[in-house]
């Protein structure tokens, strides 16, 4: 069955430093795979997808993730983080025949100001 | 695009009290609908999820029970609450055309239970 993986629990970075969260998936042809994030008590918003095409993904708030097939990996990346995207980010992939998405353990970030 | 709306937004329950949580969607019709828990440092599971009106699947075994009894509401329940059941509950919903769709979120319930 399709899954992620969010190798990482918790990462801090410095305000205005780049930032990359990794994801990686497991499935056998090419996934769709999605990035949500979580701020603390609400619920998880859509940050990109990718369904197929080009490999670098644009999102919003700035971020962008990169699919890497002969890595396995669709990693999230922001230039330059912001203290307000200190939130949980979830890579997630579809499941149960598209019907059903799997999400990864998530990944908590901290920005130091 | 869809709306979830999800009420209450906090509760406190004593063990043994029913439940009753209620989803609505806005700006679809026939979404697939889904009710996530996440314990306190946990990821996301699966609770339930709903393709059609009357139409449930359950993903857990456990002590609550879900309902769809209009295209746009679904609502989570249980007869007698454990304390394991505080949480966070997140509805969620997708378009029913197609596959591998993304979902759309609600704000969460917080639910104690004491």
């Known amino acids: 069955a399709q899954s992620v993986t969010q190798p990482d629990i918790h990462i801090t970075v410095s305000e205005g430093a780049s930032l990359e969260l990794r994801c990686n998936y497991s499935y056998g042809a090419t996934p769709y795979l999605f990035w949500y994030v979580q701020s603390p008590g609400q619920g998880l918003q859509l940050l990109l997808k990718y369904f197929s095409g080009d490999t670098l993904v644009q999102g919003i708030k700035g971020f962008e993730a990169e699919f890497k097939r002969s890595q396995s990996s669709f990693n999230l990346r922001k230039p330059s983080v912001h203290w307000s995207d200190a939130a949980e980010y979830f890579c997630a992939v579809p499941t149960g025949g598209g019907n059903k998405l799997t999400f990864g353990t998530g990944t908590q970030l901290k920005v130091e100001l | 695009s869809q709306t979830i709306h999800q009420w209450p937004a906090t509760l406190v329950q004593p063990v043994g009290s029913p439940l009753s949580l209620e989803c609505t969607v806005e700006?679809?019709?026939?979404?697939?609908l889904y009710w996530y828990r996440q314990a306190a440092g946990r990821g996301l599971q699966l609770l339930f999820y709903?393709?059609?009106?009357?139409?449930i699947s359950s993903e857990v075994p456990q002590n609550l029970s879900a309902s769809r009894p209009q295209d746009r509401q679904f609502i989570l329940s249980s007869k007698k609450l454990l304390l394991s059941d505080s949480g966070f509950y997140l509805c969620?919903?997708?378009?029913?055309?197609?596959?591998?769709?993304?979902?759309?979120f609600g704000p969460g319930t917080r639910l104690t239970v004491l």
């Open positions: 969620a919903g997708s378009p029913r055309t197609g596959v591998n769709n993304e979902q759309f």
């Open positions: 700006g679809t019709s026939n979404p697939n």
């Open positions: 709903s393709v059609g009106i009357g139409q």
